[in-house]
């Protein structure tokens, strides 16, 4: 006996799900819907499904049809008992059958048949036609609709299929039940449409034998809205056509209709409309609600979205009014019902205004103390609260008529009038058409600036005067101020008139600083301040201090010049007396400094901008101001201050200070030594620390550095120094550092600060610069952040930006080295000389001794042919020794003054927006350097001699502003480039031949280069690399035609040139 095949019939006859109580029933049919069912796997007699019924509760079914024909059903789930099938087994059983319809399973037999057969079922097919009708029916809960294939062996006598009143007739016996349509795309209609058939596909896939509660109302409308043009039938299950009826979407809609009886009492129903047209029905029976779909005795007609109140008139009585209260209801409640729905009735409307721009008023009261706007519109004589979902055509009741006004609402204006209070700050209160202050806007900020706008675009405002605890003086102030001068200072008197009325300066100033447009008056009312006085007057006022006495401001004379362009163009009177105008042309004469002879003893020629900033530091001192000299790096700094000090030698008692980073201790010697020999200099170092300070009187400079400083403040900041000087001033740039903070400390009778880039990362760092040069001239710290710092950086306030270069200008000199380009030469040469440390040092001379040693020995017993390997061995140590000892030993953790030194002067050319090329014959110094700038994320290119696209990297450079640093292997550069992009030359170690470093300097200084070039050259003082210069001006003849190669070099050395060179 063969097993029978799992078919969607014999499921539909085992009744599986309908086992199962009503809930649970219903949860299965609900994950049905939601897809919560799927075959994992299938065969003609079984079927394994996978069941989600929520995120932790997933169950595995098996549907299997035994040899007796009977279904075995089976779930893995801790619910399932065997006596009634679980939530699992419900869905999968109708899941299961619902694919099984359009799945039949497929066997041998069934698809032999299928070919064989063809023919037959062909004609067998053509012979029995169907027609799509739908019926619908009462379910347990509400409705539900379903699909009938209809043979056309039922339709006797019905000759076109198109005449569904004849079809009707013929079908009003009929059962039909098995006629139910359970896979439509198996299906062939003669009449279905492609909305047909995804209706029919719906009703199939939902309102399955399960499915007895019927559609939800939402997909009961969704199947309605496609069946306009269906044939459509009510019915029972047992008698599903029993009577035609027509599908009629959207063509509905429900008005209010008003009747007046004899007695005077008013009656109000709903109306319905079909097609415009009123139809009378005493209960229609409500299909769906939202939206609502009404049941009419020929038709299903949908009437859209109606209110709740209405459908609760539908299923209710009528609402009598009795005659007394029409009146009433007529004022109150009748406009309220035409916002809900239209209104029809005998005696109802009177006019019809139609305004084309409404008049825009603003109604202001106090409620509580808070300040209430209403939004009004005048149309003709009726006036209308703002409603933001008024309707576009208003029923307003007349009192004088008693009837309702149509009123045709600009609705376009009102809602800008809405916006236009809502940018002023307001937001909508509670009532129609009333606003609030939002939370950030005060009263008196309102009338004040927002107001005044509002009438200028065409508000009309009503009961300001009214108001209490705001009142408002809205005439034009008017400003006078008096100038006297104390020792230090200078006091400013003032008065702010409004009409009859004044603030006083101070008031003025505390307004200004608060950030608040108006100022509190003698009478209690509130004055506007103008927005241009806010903008002059808010960074003077910011530095100005307050006396206790008097209703003065207090400033400092480094303010003359800020105040002055403050007041100007006031429109009351100033005076100012004499000392005030004495500092104010002090600072003036910075525009056009006097000229002071340099000293004869300079043994150095200025050029004239290097001549013009010796007059400007002079003026400085004249003038009593400390000064920012930040000329571009290599224009001279150095020289102009020597110039400086050597003029005044002898003119104070009192020594001068010099605080310098530690690399650059030897450079101001030797340029000290080479400018100004006449200068009396100590070097205040860890060897001098033990020096008393009174013995700094007997000289003109004491050089020390910032790490000294900090750790000597307290010794220091004692001593009155004549100048007090910063090179390489951004070590200050942190206003809270300990550096800087000891520089505030020191005591000076002038100050100078030396550096390129007094701002490399932001507008603080200025600040750290003025505090330690003229304390007070940018206010304090937190202050300077509030009225610049902040406004600059972050909102890039221009005003802002002016007023603090206006403040700073005269006390800051600053020529790029593109402005001074006329003045130099097309290339200068500049030694660094760098002082190794301790340690550097000390393994610098352990290494020098020790080949000394093994050199010096071979030479006296063997001769130079055989120390030739030793010498050049020891030469290579040593250089390694003075760039890194790393590149001698890659473990070593001896410090590198030379590296330190390079980096501090990379940053310097970088932060001033300079192009530099850096060589060395050691890759490994280039490496060790390449690893720093990764570290600062500094971006760099390199080139060596395994470089393979040179070009490509030389083209990046040249084009490429952002990339600041070329680092080169000497022997892979030094020809054959192009680099013009560059105005700064860096040799990190010196070069036996000199003409192999011209080679490669000449690198950027080529036809195309418009700027003038500097070349450094870094040295290690007292160490081989300074012989090495030495050595190639001794034999410079002889290595300008030779010596290409330390080999060759070697074969010119004398035994005392090779023990001089190990020294």
């Known amino acids: 006996m063969r097993r029978p095949l799992l078919t969607a019939p014999l499921l539909r006859r085992a009744k599986i799900a309908e086992a199962t109580d009503r809930i649970t029933l219903e949860k299965a049919r609900n994950l049905l819907w939601r897809g919560r069912c799927q075959i994992e796997e299938s065969t003609p007699t079984s079927a394994t499904m996978i069941v989600e019924a929520g995120p932790h509760d997933r169950a595995r079914v098996r549907v299997e049809i035994l040899e007796e024909g009977s279904i075995s059903c089976d779930c893995n789930c801790p619910f399932f008992t065997g006596d009634r099938p679980c939530v699992h087994i419900a869905t999968a059983a109708m899941g299961l059958e619902q694919h099984l319809h359009s799945h039949p399973p497929q066997t041998w037999e069934s698809r032999l048949q299928a070919i064989l057969g063809s023919e037959t079922t062909a004609t067998k097919s053509r012979r029995s036609a169907r027609i799509l009708a739908f019926s619908l029916q009462p379910s347990y809960r509400n409705w539900q609709l379903i699909a009938y294939a209809v043979p056309q062996t039922a339709l006797t006598g019905v000759t076109d299929l198109t005449d569904f009143d004849s079809i009707a007739r013929v079908l009003k016996d009929e059962i039909g039940r098995s006629w139910r349509v359970r896979n439509p795309d198996a299906e062939t209609f003669e009449n279905a449409t492609q909305e047909l058939k995804l209706a029919a596909r719906l009703t199939a896939a939902q309102l399955s034998y399960y499915s007895y509660y019927g559609n939800e109302t939402s997909q009961l409308h969704s199947l309605l809205s496609l069946l306009p043009e269906a044939l459509v039938f009510t019915g029972t299950e047992g008698a599903p056509f029993q009577s035609r009826i027509r599908v009629r979407p959207d063509a509905g809609s429900v008005a209010l209709h008003l009747t007046t009886s004899t007695d005077g009492s008013m009656t109000l129903a709903p109306r319905l409309l079909i097609a415009g047209e009123p139809i009378t029905v005493k209960r229609p029976e409500i299909l769906i609600k939202d939206p609502l779909w009404l049941k009419l005795p020929d038709s299903l007609v949908s009437f859209g979205s109606v209110p709740k109140s209405v459908i609760t008139l539908l299923e209710s009585e009528p609402v009598v009014v009795p005659a007394e209260e029409v009146p009433f209801f007529r004022s109150e409640y009748l406009p309220r019902a035409a916002e809900r729905l239209p209104l029809t009735g005998e005696g109802l409307f009177g006019e019809d205004i139609r305004e084309q721009t409404p008049e825009k008023r603003l109604y202001l009261s106090e409620q509580e103390k808070e300040l209430v706007a209403q939004l009004r519109f005048g149309y003709g004589g009726t006036e209308l609260a703002w409603r933001k979902d008024a309707v576009s055509v208003l029923l307003e009741f007349n009192p004088q008529t008693g009837l309702l006004d149509r009123i045709h609402r600009d609705t376009t204006t009102e809602l800008a009038a809405y916006d236009a209070l809502l940018s002023h700050g307001l937001k909508r209160g509670g009532e129609a058409g009333e606003f609030t202050l939002r939370a950030r806007l005060t009263p008196v900020d309102f009338l004040l600036h927002h107001l005044p706008r ?78 241009e006085w806010i903008e002059k007057f808010r960074h003077v006022f910011a530095l100005a201090g307050e006396t206790k006495d008097t209703d003065a401001l207090r400033l400092s004379p480094l303010h003359a010049l800020l105040f002055e362009q403050a007041i100007t163009d006031s429109d009351g009177d100033s005076v100012a007396d004499a000392e ?78 010099l605080v310098v980073p530690r690399s650059l201790v030897f450079n101001w010697e030797r340029e000290a030594e080479k400018f100004a020999p006449q200068l009396k200099l100590l070097r205040y170092d860890d060897s001098a620390r033990a020096v008393d300070t009174k013995e700094f009187d007997g000289h003109d400079l004491i050089i020390t550095t910032y790490g000294i400083l900090l750790r000597d403040i307290e010794k220091l900041s004692k001593y009155p120094f004549f100048y007090a000087i910063l090179d390489e001033a951004q070590a200050i740039k942190n206003p809270l550092s300990q550096t800087s903070r000891a520089a505030r400390l020191l005591k000076a009778q002038h100050k100078l600060t030396l550096t390129g880039t007094p701002i490399e990362n932001g507008t603080a760092e200025l600040w750290s610069q003025f505090a330690f040069l003229n304390p007070g001239l940018l206010g304090g710290l937190e202050l300077f952040k509030e009225s610049f710092l902040g406004p600059i950086e972050r909102g890039k306030d221009e005003d802002a930006a002016a007023a603090l270069r206006a403040l700073t200008r005269p006390f800051l000199l600053r020529r790029t080295k593109a ?171 010196p070069w036996w031949n000199p003409a192999v470093e011209q080679q490669a300097s000449d690198r950027t200084h080529r036809i195309g280069q418009t700027r003038p070039v500097f070349v450094y050259k870094f040295l290690a003082r007292d160490t081989v690399e300074e012989k090495i210069v030495l050595l190639q001006e001794k034999k410079k003849a002889l290595v300008d035609s030779l010596i290409q190669t330390e080999t060759s070099l070697f074969k010119s050395l004398t035994r005392d040139d090779i023990a001089a060179l190990f020294s």
């Not at 005439?475 to 702010?496: K, Q, Y």
């Not at 101001?625 to 290599?634: N, R, T, V, Y």
Request: aromatic fraction near 8%; charged fraction near 30%.
């Open 454 to 531: 509002l009438v200028e675009e065409g508000f009309a405002v009503y009961g300001e005067e009214a108001l209490q605890s705001v009142k408002v003086n809205r005439a034009r102030p008017n400003l006078s101020f008096n100038v006297t001068s104390g020792i230090d200072w200078f006091d400013v008197e003032g008065m702010v008139e409004f009409g009859d009325t004044h603030a006083t300066l101070k008031e003025l100033r505390r307004a200004i600083r608060k950030k608040e447009r108006y100022v509190k008056l003698a009478d209690g009312s509130i004055g506007m301040i103008p927005n």
């Open 580 to 657: 005030f105008e004495k500092k104010k042309q002090a600072l003036r004469r910075f525009e056009k400094v006097d000229e002071t002879p340099l000293p004869e003893s300079l043994a150095s020629v200025l050029r004239p901008y290097q001549k013009a900033g010796y007059d400007w530091l002079h003026f400085l001192r004249t003038s009593g101001f400390g000064g920012c000299l930040a000329d571009d790096m290599g224009t001279g700094k150095t020289a102009q201050t020597l110039a400086l000090l050597l003029s005044l030698q002898g003119k104070s008692k009192k020594a001068s200070l």
């Open 819 to 989: 402005q001074v380009a006329s003045d130099l030469p097309p290339r200068t040469e500049r030694i660094i000389t760098v002082e190794l440390e301790k340690a550097q040092r000390k393994l610098y001379e352990q290494t020098r001794d020790k080949y000394r040693a093994q050199i010096l020995g071979i030479l006296d017993a063997e001769g130079s042919s055989n120390a030739q390997l030793r010498v050049l061995e020891g030469l290579l140590r040593l250089r390694q020794v003075c760039c890194d000892p790393r590149l001698m030993d890659p473990t070593s953790k001896v410090g590198s003054a030379k590296l330190e030194a390079l980096l501090e002067t990379m940053e310097t050319l970088r932060a001033e927006g300079h192009k530099a090329l850096i060589f060395s014959q050691f890759t490994q110094m280039l490496g060790l350097l390449r690893n720093e700038l990764d570290a600062r994320q500094i971006p760099y290119l390199y080139l060596d001699g395994r470089t393979k696209d040179r070009q490509g990297r030389v083209d990046t450079f040249q084009s490429d502003e952002s990339i600041p640093f070329f680092l080169i292997s000497l022997k892979a550069g030094g020809v054959g480039l192009n680099l013009t992009a560059a105005d700064y030359v860096i040799h990190i170690d």
